[in-house]
């Protein structure tokens, strides 16, 4: 923590478990590589690259596969960063393929990443915050979800087309907070709660029907949806 010198982290394959706030304030990191872990698992707590504004550059040596289902509460991304896997720029995602695995914050803040389609699990809590470029995602059939995170979709500028999961019961602070090119949603009838600022300058969203289960609207829930016909 508030290491200034540092501007290349390398990550062993022998070090499976990266606690709190372990590399946050490194204000000069500007590349992090993580080498695939003998063991197959990593996992990064929450805020361990929190304030590393020069972190632009994130390169993994291994498959996607295991990148995408690690057990990430901290994306390396997280401020925007490139992601790089085997040195290739992650652009297009396909996790389809794979069973019983669910994505946390893995991606979170992928600048390159434009299409992602998920694992084949009733689980995933994806978290996409800050992937500007992200068109695309596709979610498994039946995907199971209590709630979509506070600013889950945040910043997802390119995103047109999301998914709420039936079974959903809220939908928390600032989930599509600058969705600008989100022009439709649907609420399924499980929600129950819209929490403050929730589609908030979603500039292009034009229709939205919100069902009779939902008790809790919150004030500014839509604001700055200038395009909001009904």
Same mark, same amino acid.
């Given at each position: ?126 978290? $996409? %915050? &800050? @992937?500007?470029? *992200? +068109?695309? #995602?596709?979610? !498994? ?5 209590? /709630? ?27 989930? $599509? %907070? &600058? @969705?600008?090119? *989100? +022009?439709? #949603?649907?609420? !399924? ?5 819209? /929490? ?35």
């Amino acid at each position: 923590e508030k290491n200034y010198n540092l501007k290349t982290l390398e990550i062993s394959a022998l070090i499976n478990s990266i606690d709190h706030y372990a590399f946050s304030k490194c204000a000069n990191l500007e590349k992090v590589i993580i080498n695939e872990q003998y063991e197959k698992s990593f996992y990064l707590a929450t805020s361990v690259f929190e304030n590393c504004p020069k972190l632009k550059e994130v390169y993994y040596n291994g498959s996607i596969d295991n990148w995408g289902t690690y057990y990430v509460l901290s994306s390396p991304c997280a401020n925007g960063a490139n992601l790089y896997i085997n040195g290739e720029l992650v652009v297009d995602v396909d996790l389809s393929h794979l069973d019983n695995a669910a994505v946390y914050h893995n991606f979170e803040g992928v600048i390159s990443l434009k299409s992602i389609a998920l694992p084949k699990s009733d689980w995933n809590e994806p978290f $996409f %915050k &800050g @992937c500007v470029n *992200l +068109e695309s #995602i596709i979610y !498994p059939e039946k995907m199971k979800s209590d /709630y979509i995170d506070p600013s889950c979709y945040e910043d997802c500028k390119k995103l047109k087309n999301v998914y709420i999961p039936y079974g959903c019961t809220t939908i928390h602070q600032d989930a $599509f %907070k &600058g @969705c600008e090119s *989100l +022009e439709k #949603i649907h609420i !399924p009838d499980t929600v129950t709660n819209i /929490y403050p600022f929730a589609f908030t300058n979603c500039k292009s969203l034009q229709e939205v029907i919100i069902p009779s289960s939902v008790t809790y609207l919150s004030w500014g829930a839509f604001s700055g949806c200038s395009s909001l016909r009904k």
